[in-house]
């Protein structure tokens, strides 16, 4: 599946920015090699991904695939940094 970029708008980038992580964290992240599993959300099909930014931050964020004008983009829900223990145990499975 091809991937044409990311669908930030007003009603998605301020549930990510609330917890610190930049935009271009998030991308960071989406664009590297995140460890990425389904999302049990009940309403639409969303996906998690975990991984790192440039700076070596790790990231935990949520989304979904969408469909905007014929193309595939990458829609961030949300994403906040991984607490210690998280990480411990991000890295022990990798």
């Known amino acids: 599946m091809k991937i044409a970029g990311f669908d930030w708008d007003s009603g998605n980038w301020p549930k ?3 917890h610190g992580v930049s935009r271009e964290e998030i991308e960071q ?39 905007v004008d014929g193309q595939t983009k990458l829609r961030p829900i949300s994403a906040r940094y991984m607490h210690q223990k998280e990480i411990h145990h991000y890295e ?3």
Do not use: S, Y
């Open 92 to 94: 022990g499975q990798i």
């Open 16 to 18: 990510c920015e609330k």
């Open 29 to 67: 992240v989406l664009l590297g090699e995140p460890a990425v599993m389904a999302d049990p959300h009940p309403d639409e099909p969303r996906m998690r991904a975990i991984g790192k930014t440039f700076a070596g931050r790790h990231v935990f964020l949520v989304f979904i695939l969408r469909n």
